[in-house]
């Protein structure tokens, strides 16, 4: 059993950055890791993930190059670093657990085990 909780939400300006940090009740080393994140009135869509192994990392297009995912399975912790927001970045942002193997990244939602409550963020223009 895990337990995950979001921190580091917040409201920031366009441009602005936020560190979102996943902390686990339990190992997260027998997971994969990922970022989800709902808008009003849109369905929750996969961020960012990494796997178990910590060598594969996956991304959704619109965050490439702006969103770094990170573990760090000594502390059980999954962070995402966000850089450069932007107004459609505002949503609510999950933190997710799957027991997927050694090196699948998490690419759905019916592939995570866990989940925390959510934190949210919100990018003003």
């Known amino acids: 059993q895990v337990q995950l909780v979001e921190s580091g939400g917040g409201y920031v300006q366009a441009g602005g950055s936020l560190r979102l940090s996943c902390a686990a009740s339990?190992?997260?080393?027998?997971?994969?890791m990922a970022w989800f994140r709902q808008a009003p009135g849109k369905a929750r869509e996969v961020v960012a993930s990494?796997?178990?192994?910590?060598?594969?990392?996956y991304y959704t297009d619109s965050v490439k190059g702006r969103f770094t995912i990170s573990r760090d399975n000594g502390q059980n912790t999954v962070d995402l670093q966000m850089l450069d927001l932007k107004p459609e970045d505002t949503a609510i942002y999950y933190c997710?657990?799957?027991?997927?193997?050694?090196?699948?990244?998490?690419?759905?939602?019916?592939?995570?085990?866990?989940w925390g409550q959510g934190t949210q963020v919100t990018v003003s223009s």
């Open positions: 997710a657990a799957g027991r997927i193997g050694w090196f699948p990244v998490i690419d759905a939602e019916n592939e995570c085990d866990y």
């Open positions: 339990g190992i997260i080393s027998s997971y994969a």
């Open positions: 990494v796997a178990r192994s910590g060598s594969r990392t």
